[in-house]
């Protein structure tokens, strides 16, 4: 059975601990759409109340499409505000790692981002890699520690699907740790350090995929502290002001509570999953037996072959060219 021998919680805690600035930049994002969250939902909600004391039902209408609107808010935020800073706190988080410090005086934030320039060209193209390795590491894990469908009776069935989605929710972490194989290098081309990182996790995806279990379990740990410290005083304030709105401070304090996880939870777990593959990897050269698996089971890990072997299109043109794959988020197999 697979170990949790390289789980890196203390050279975590130590990285956490020295990206402090870019750590809290992150937090403060995730906060700040929080409070922007609460506001779309008090105008939105206002609106569809006023909307509804003429017509009922088209006001109930107009709050549930509010509430479906959050969805494509977070994503817009995500891609263009809160992906930068994470790309960058992954950047900054692998200098560290290799080189125990920044140049004197740099700003992390700043810093960050501008070693996504220079390695990337855009955070969009790191955006695209990212979401080609996420797909190639779901693909290779699915096949290689699927838990068996075809076990008997349903509950067992139940369970098993109730296992892989945990698998597929922990390799989140890994493809974060593979982008970040590209900033420690600091040569080689993007594409063709997807591809050969890809390859590395699927020559040592056991002890990796054992830590980003342990680690997502983890990752939920400042959830319950939020949840628990803030929903006793929320819930107080909101009977303050409107007891029948009370209910909407639980809401108001799980999302609070979600957001705190992905900015303080999240960051932990990608920092030792970072600290672990790199220690895992550090002494391999990828073995051309996976470079062949990978092959068989991904044509996302064909798209960066092909890139990586003939990169005759720049970035840019690349992602015009992958994001209607993308956004249809097919695998193949």
Do not use: C, H
């Not at 981002?113 to 969009?124: A, H, I, L, N, T």
Request: charged residues 15%; without cysteine; aromatic residues 10%.
């Amino acid at each position: 059975m697979p170990s949790l021998r390289s789980l890196q919680l203390g050279r975590a805690f130590r990285l956490i601990v020295q990206t402090l600035p870019i750590a809290l930049v992150r937090l403060g994002a995730y906060i700040a759409f929080w409070v922007v969250t609460l506001l779309y939902l008090g105008i939105t909600g206002g609106l569809a109340w006023l909307v509804g004391q003429a017509i009922p039902a088209v006001g109930v209408i107009l709050f549930l499409v509010a509430i479906g609107g959050l969805g494509p808010l977070y994503k817009l935020a995500q891609k263009y505000i809160l992906y930068v800073i994470k790309a960058a706190q992954i950047a900054v988080i692998s200098e560290i790692l290799v080189n125990d410090r920044l140049p004197a005086g740099a700003s992390q934030l700043a810093w960050g981002k501008e070693r996504v320039q220079e390695r990337f060209g855009e955070v969009s193209a790191m955006f695209l890699i990212d979401e080609l390795v996420s797909g190639v590491v779901n693909a290779f894990t699915g096949v290689v520690y699927r838990v068996a469908s075809w076990l008997p009776g349903n509950t067992f069935r139940s369970l098993a699907n109730i296992v892989n989605r945990i698998i597929r929710f922990a390799v989140g972490y890994i493809d974060e740790a593979i982008l970040a194989r590209t900033f420690w290098l600091q040569s080689g081309s993007v594409w063709a350090n997807a591809r050969d990182g890809v390859v590395l996790y699927g020559m040592v995806w056991k002890p990796l995929l054992m830590n980003a279990i342990a680690l997502m379990a983890l990752s939920y740990v400042p959830f319950i502290v939020v949840a628990i410290l803030f929903s006793a005083p929320i819930g107080a304030l909101v009977s303050l002001i409107s007891p029948s709105v009370a209910g909407w401070s639980i809401i108001a304090t799980l999302v609070l509570a979600y957001l705190v996880k992905v900015s303080v939870g999240d960051a932990f777990a990608m920092a030792a999953m970072i600290a672990a593959y790199q220690q895992e990897t550090q002494e391999l050269e990828p073995d051309p037996t996976v470079t062949a698996k990978m092959e068989q089971v991904s044509d996302k890990f064909r798209t960066l072959q092909q890139r990586a072997m003939g990169e005759t299109q720049p970035l840019v043109e690349a992602e015009n060219e992958m994001t209607p794959a993308i956004d249809a988020g097919g695998e193949g197999a």
